[in-house]
C-alpha cells in the first residue's frame, strides 16, 4: 500500500485531506475489516438448517391444522 | 385486504437470510468469542422467528433483529451473572501496541482495543461505524438519547486512538474543523 494513498472515508469530511491516515480514518477502516472478515464467511450452514427446520416445522403445523 | 400469509413467510426468512452476515458480524465483534456469539445468533433467529408476526414488513430487519440480539445478550447476562467484561484478561493481558506508522494497525491489536472499552461503547462505535446504522436507529436500538449514542462513539474512537498510538491531535473537536475548512479555503 503506498503511504500516499488517502483514506477517502465518507464518515470523514472534517479532516482536511492532506491528512492521509487520521486516527479516525484508520478507526473506521479496522471496522470495516473486522466486519468483512466475518460477512466474508457467509452464513455457516447451523443456521441455514435452523431457518429450514423452522420452515418446516411451521409448515407442518398448518398443515395438521387443515 | 387478503395477504398471502405463505408470501409474507418467504419474505421474512429471505429478508432475515439477507440480514444475518451483518447481525452475526456484530455479535462476534461485541463478543469476542465466536461460539458465545454464534450461540447467541441462533437464540435471537429462534426468538424473531416466532416473533415474526410483530415484524412489520418493509421496515429495518437488521435494526430489529439487532435490538433482539442486544435484549437476548443482556437478558442472559442479567441472569448469569457473568461479567461482560473481559474477566479472564487474556484479551487484555495481550494488548502492548506501540505507537506506530499510522495504518498500519494491526486488526488483531484493532481487536484487543476493542474489547478494552466498556460494553456500551464497543456497542455504540460498532452499531454506527461498522453496521452502519444512523444515530437515530442506534439510539433506538439501545433504548437511549440519540445524544448519549454520539457521545459513547466519540468517547470510544477517543479510547482507541490512544489505546492503538494514533492519536492525531489536529483532527480532534471544531478547532480541526475549521482549520480544515481554512486551509480548503487558502488554496483557492
Not at chain 1, 484508520?26 to 423452522?54: C, H, M, N, T
Not at chain 2, 441462533?42 to 442486544?70: C, F, H
Amino acid at each position: 500500500m503506498s503511504m500516499f494513498q488517502s483514506d477517502q472515508d465518507p464518515s470523514d469530511k472534517g479532516t482536511s485531506p492532506t491528512v492521509p491516515d487520521s486516527g479516525r480514518a484508520v478507526i473506521s477502516r479496522k471496522l470495516r475489516e473486522l466486519y468483512d472478515a466475518v460477512q466474508d464467511e457467509g452464513i455457516p450452514d447451523k443456521f441455514l438448517d435452523l431457518l429450514e427446520k423452522l420452515d418446516e416445522a411451521e409448515n407442518n403445523a398448518k398443515a395438521s391444522r387443515g | 385486504m387478503a395477504t398471502d400469509p405463505s408470501k409474507n413467510e418467504y419474505n421474512f426468512k429471505r429478508e432475515m437470510l439477507a440480514a444475518l452476515p451483518n447481525l452475526r458480524a456484530f455479535a462476534i465483534s461485541l463478543i469476542r468469542s465466536r461460539d458465545r456469539a454464534d450461540d447467541l445468533v441462533q437464540d435471537t433467529i429462534m426468538k424473531a422467528w416466532a416473533k415474526q408476526e410483530s415484524y412489520q414488513p418493509g421496515t429495518n430487519m437488521r435494526a430489529w433483529l439487532v435490538t433482539i440480539l442486544r435484549n437476548e445478550f443482556y437478558s442472559q447476562i442479567r441472569k448469569s451473572g457473568r461479567e461482560v467484561q473481559d474477566t479472564d484478561g487474556a484479551y487484555t493481558s495481550r494488548l502492548s501496541v506501540p505507537p506506530e506508522q499510522h495504518g498500519s494497525v494491526d486488526l488483531a491489536d484493532f481487536k484487543t482495543a476493542l474489547a478494552k472499552l466498556p460494553e456500551d461503547q464497543r456497542e455504540a462505535i460498532l452499531l454506527i461505524g461498522a453496521s452502519g446504522f444512523a444515530y437515530e436507529e442506534a439510539a433506538e436500538i439501545c433504548g437511549c438519547p440519540v445524544g448519549t449514542i454520539k457521545s459513547r462513539v466519540s468517547r470510544a474512537r477517543l479510547r482507541l486512538q490512544e489505546l492503538l498510538g494514533i492519536e492525531d491531535e489536529n483532527e480532534f473537536g471544531p478547532d480541526a474543523q475549521m482549520t480544515a475548512v481554512t486551509a480548503a479555503a487558502a488554496v483557492r
